[in-house]
């Protein structure tokens, strides 16, 4: 579903940086092409100032005062992740070494091995979007928000998500520490979570009083069209008569799964976004579900943690007047990126095109805004569906997530009319 549009780089710049062949694409429909000589084809100017590259560079290897600090890898890693965060596209836009790809993929099959937490970054550290529910990370008391200080020991001044997933991620049983400050809170602390395998369910649902569901999608992998179906199917089966869908902290994922996923909402054919390329033409997504669950009323949930496809869901949503969409303002990532691998296994993950909401609204540097803005009191915690499932009715309406209690109260509900259901979510 994604539309890949064909970018390559200069072909002198490829050759000098990397020093080997480019391959535009394993399997993904790319033209596999040689590098050439090296020699500079780009105007004057920008070969001049290139060719300081190479002077400071060699300025580095023979001046420097500690010979043993030279990594040749990490010097072409940050100068190539340097020229990409000009681009003003800074989470999408970016290069991945060959593990951090194969890392990036495991992700998108929902399954990899470390602490279950997803990473952003604030400022000049990296925090915490949010801990996996069920995950080390959650049973260690690593909170949403959490700016990271310190992994292992290491300052995490001036890291970047890669660099914090290289350093968590590691064998199961293995332990690592994190040195975090949570919301609100002054004094930092030290908190050592076991690494296990983790599997990252994309939907989790309970029962909430007055028969609403509230469904949990905690990003777009390459389950989420199942695991929705299957969450409607068996809230249905359980009485649902209205639906919370839950997609704070969700990073986003697989635009194709982001258009099935919101289809099961939408009547078919309705238009889910708008893809917008370099050269100003569109191409238009429409809803694909021959079946939408179009009868039950329904709120979304978005936070700032909210980002890329999680804004196409809630932005399609909002424009057709399916759903009312609660919460504050959502990040911004509004770029369709394609990845572009290279020979070594590496890849460029590029922005090539931007989104549009189906009303033909921007969503890069603007995000999602809501119908109706609710913050969450500082400190306090989303109720997630499986801490719900310890509460009672009452101390679910007396929770202190103020975005659910607005939602619940949205949908009618003022009193603990229903027990929570005890299914288990797939």
């Known amino acids: 579903m994604k539309r890949v549009v064909s970018w390559r780089p200069p072909l002198w710049l490829v050759a000098v940086l990397l020093g080997c062949t480019l391959a535009l694409g394993t399997g993904a429909g790319y033209v596999q092409g040689a590098a050439s000589s090296g020699q500079c084809t780009e105007s004057a100017d920008v070969c001049q100032k290139f060719s300081n590259f190479w002077k400071v560079w060699n300025i580095a ?35 991945n070494t060959a593990e951090q790809y194969r890392e990036e993929r495991e992700d998108q099959e929902g399954r990899y091995e470390g602490i279950g937490a997803y990473i952003n970054q604030i400022g000049d550290y990296p925090a915490i979007t949010s801990p996996i529910e069920g995950s ?68 989790t649902w309970t029962m909430l009083p007055g028969n609403v569901a509230q469904i949990r999608l905690s990003q777009f992998s390459q389950n989420a069209k199942t695991e929705m179906r299957a969450a409607l199917e ?20 697989l635009l194709d799964q982001a258009i099935s996923v919101t289809s099961q909402f939408l009547p078919e054919g309705e238009v889910v976004l708008r893809v917008r390329g370099r050269d100003g033409d569109e191409d238009v997504y429409k809803a694909n579900e021959s079946d939408p669950e179009l009868d039950l009323p329904m709120v979304v949930l978005i936070n700032s943690g909210s980002a890329s496809s999680s ?64 913050s969450l009191p500082s400190g306090v915690q989303g109720l997630t569906p499986t801490a719900a499932r310890r509460l009672t009715p009452a101390e679910i309406l007396e929770t202190k997530d103020v975005q659910i209690q607005r939602a619940l109260g949205l949908l009618g509900v003022t009193s603990a009319q229903d027990q929570p259901t005890s299914i288990v979510p797939r």
Not at 136 to 142: D, F, N, R, V
Not at 166 to 191: A, N, W
Request: aromatic share 2%; proline share 5%; glycine share 10%.
């Open 234 to 253: 068996e809230a249905r089966e359980a009485g649902a008569q209205k639906l919370i869908l839950d997609i704070r902290n969700n990073p986003g994922g």
């Open 136 to 203: 080390p990370a959650e049973a260690a008391g690593i909170e949403a928000g959490d700016i990271i200080l310190e992994i292992d020991g290491e300052d995490a001044l001036g890291m970047t998500v890669d660099d914090v997933v290289d350093r968590v991620r590691g064998e199961p049983g293995t332990s690592v520490t994190l040195q975090v400050r949570h919301l609100d809170e002054e004094l930092p602390v030290d908190i050592t979570i076991t690494r296990a395998a983790i599997r990252i369910p994309a939907v």
């Open 61 to 95: 290897e023979t001046e420097f005062l500690d010979p043993a600090a030279i990594d040749h890898d990490e010097m072409i890693n940050g100068a190539i992740n340097g020229m990409l965060d000009t681009l003003n596209d800074r989470g999408h836009t970016r290069y």
């Open 311 to 374: 804004e196409i869901f809630a932005s399609a949503l909002q424009d057709h007047g399916r759903a009312t969409v609660i919460g504050v303002q959502t990040i911004g990532l509004g770029t369709v990126i394609s990845p572009i691998p290279l020979e070594d296994g590496s890849a460029v993950y590029i922005g090539t095109a931007e989104w549009l909401t189906p009303n033909s609204r921007k969503l890069r540097h603007e995000g999602v805004e809501p119908d109706i803005t609710v």
